[in-house]
Structures are given as C-alpha cells and as structure tokens.
C-alpha cells in the first residue's frame, strides 16, 4: 500500500517482525524460521538496490537494518553402532520391504529423501554398483511433482556397497513377484526403486513420520529424523578421511565443501574415543 519512495526502514522492521510471529504461509501456526526473514531481507535489499541504480531511490531502507539471529540447530548424527540397529529394526517383522534398502541408500550415499524417493531402476546400475541421482519428489500445491536439481552438482553419480546392491537385487525381485499379483493395477509407468506396493510414489510426509517410529523402535534419540541419514553418511565418509570435497560431491553440494563441513560433518564419538 506504499508507494516505492514512501518506503523506510521501520515497514520493513515491521515486516520482519510479523513475518517471525505468523507469517507461514502453509496453514501450519507460528511464523517463519529467522534463516527464512533473512532471505526475504536478502532479496527486498537486492530489488531496493536495483531501485537506488535506477535512481528511484536516494538510498536503500534496507540497508543497516538489524536481522533476526540465526541459531543453529544442534543436529544429532548416528554412529556406526546406531545405524546398524536401525537397519536391523527395519529388516524385522512388520516392517522389511522397501526400508532396508532406503536406509542403506540414504547411508551410503547421503541423498535427500525426495532424491531416494524420485529413484527409478534405469538410474542403478547394480553389475557396476552405482546409482545416478538426477530428480527429486517434492509435494507442491497441485500434489506430488518431480523436480530437477537447483544446481548442476545435483546430479551426480554415486557408488553402492555391497550390501546396498544385494538389498536391492532382493527388492527388485520382492517386486517383481508384486507386479504379478496386482497385474494391471501395477503403476509400470512410474519404474520408481521406493514405491508403495502398486507402484505409486511414496508421500515424503508419510516416510518421514513412519521414520520417526522406527528411529524410536531402535532406541534412538527423538530428534533422530530421516535427514540425519544424510549428516551422517557425510560424517562417516570424514571418519575414515575422505577429502571434504569428495564429499560434496555426494551430497550434491556445488561449493566444493565448505558447506559440507560447516553443516554436514559431525565428530564422531567413537572417533574420538580412539
């Protein structure tokens, strides 16, 4: 409701202050994380400085104004002694199928849980033990979608173990026998690796919350969630001293690891132990 040179700085402080209390946009309560109100601020200060060199402005009011502090969350990683309870909590009674595998990817090459999700068979090569990460499964407001990585470092190449391989020649053949008893009903179209038993995609919600219950079932700290797979494939590859940039080649990081380290590795315990 202003006009561009009726703008200061205290609308914008203003803005940021409702943006912290309510400021969701997704029907969820409460407002939005101080990282997000700093990167409104970031590109309000981009678009006012196009306005400054276009001379419709003397100065920008968003300049010099103070910015909500950025806490990080203190982010919990697995040992190795963890993530094998895990697995072995998902490959019991109840559950197998399709977690073994998703855990064992999401640990040995630290793809985010859309880009696991988004995996089809032609993107593994199990005889060379790779898998070719290129998309993700994003829920949008038209429902699930996928989307192509933001940077060209989203799309990479990533080597399988052999216990990941074996997990998934065992699920290739679990759903080879799915797809004749639903016949038809089978979605062949999708070729998707994670899927639920039709084929169809799975819900990353969905996932993530029954997660949370194995990660409980296995005895694991509460603020253990799906994404903790990816600190701590990141953490385990540092742990027997893969080179940081290697590592973010991994994970699809383009800055060649000064993200990676700053966010993504995490001591080990056990390391420090010996």
């Avoid at 205290?10 to 400021?23: F, K, T």
């Avoid at 933001?150 to 026998?177: D, I, N, S, Y």
């Avoid at 995609?201 to 296995?218: D, K």
């Avoid at 001293?241 to 966010?263: E, F, K, N, W, Y």
Wanted: contains cysteine; proline residues 7%.
């Amino acid at each position: 409701g202003l006009q561009l040179r009726e703008l200061q700085p205290l609308h914008l402080s203003d803005l940021y202050a409702r943006l912290l209390q309510g400021g969701r946009l997704d029907g969820r309560p409460g407002g939005l994380s101080a990282r997000t109100v700093r990167n409104v601020h970031k590109t309000l200060h981009r678009m006012l400085h196009q306005a400054v060199r276009w001379r419709l402005l003397a100065v920008n009011p968003a300049a010099d104004l103070e910015l909500p502090p950025v806490v990080e969350p203190q982010m919990v990683t697995l040992d190795h002694s963890q993530a094998r309870r895990l697995l072995e909590v998902a490959a019991g009674p109840g559950r197998a199928g399709w977690w073994p595998p998703l855990l064992l990817l999401a640990v040995a090459t630290g793809a985010r849980r859309g880009e696991l999700l988004a995996l089809r068979w032609s993107d593994l090569d199990l005889e060379a033990g790779t898998v070719r990460i290129g998309r993700s499964l994003r829920r949008g407001q038209a429902g699930l979608r996928y989307k192509p990585p933001k940077t060209a470092a989203g799309t990479r190449t990533v080597g399988l173990g052999p216990q990941a391989v074996a997990a998934l020649r065992r699920l290739r053949v679990e759903q080879a026998e799915r797809r004749l008893a639903y016949g038809a009903a089978y979605r062949t179209d999708e070729d998707l690796v994670v899927c639920e038993a039709d084929g169809a995609p799975l819900h990353p919600e969905h996932v993530s919350g029954e997660f949370r219950r194995l990660a409980a079932r296995a005895g694991l700290p509460p603020e253990v969630h799906l994404h903790t797979l990816r600190h701590s494939a990141a953490s385990f590859l540092a742990a027997v001293g893969v080179p940081a940039s290697d590592i973010a080649a991994q994970l699809g990081h383009a800055d060649g690891g000064a993200l990676t380290l700053r966010v993504y590795v995490h001591p080990l315990a056990e390391n420090k132990r010996r």
